[in-house]
């Protein structure tokens, strides 16, 4: 399945979110679910743990996290899923 592109990284984000917590999907959503995934299970388990992180003002979780951030823009882009 081809995803439509996302224009930011915060849309991707908050699409991601609320397709994981949903109980019920549909074809297309249980497709675009498991390509997001792939997506995020390239970047390895670390920065996906990063990710899935709420850093609370700890200055160096922050950085992992804008790091992780910047790397998951550049796959997605690289994937045709981001496109701003």
């Known amino acids: 399945m081809k995803l439509t592109p ?4 915060a849309a991707f984000a908050a699409h991601y979110r609320a397709l994981r917590s949903s109980k019920e ?3 297309d959503e249980r ?5 997001m995934n792939q997506a995020l299970d390239s ?5 996906r743990a ?3 992180s ?10 992992r996290r804008e790091r992780a951030e910047r790397m998951l823009r550049r796959e997605l882009m ?3 899923i981001l496109i701003g």
């Open 6 to 9: 996302y224009s930011s990284l």
């Open 25 to 27: 999907f549909t074809e």
């Open 31 to 35: 497709a675009r679910l498991a390509e």
């Open 43 to 47: 970047l390895g388990a670390d920065l």
């Open 50 to 52: 990063v990710l899935d």
């Open 54 to 63: 709420q850093p609370a003002g700890d200055r160096a979780a922050l950085r």
């Open 78 to 80: 690289g994937r045709g």
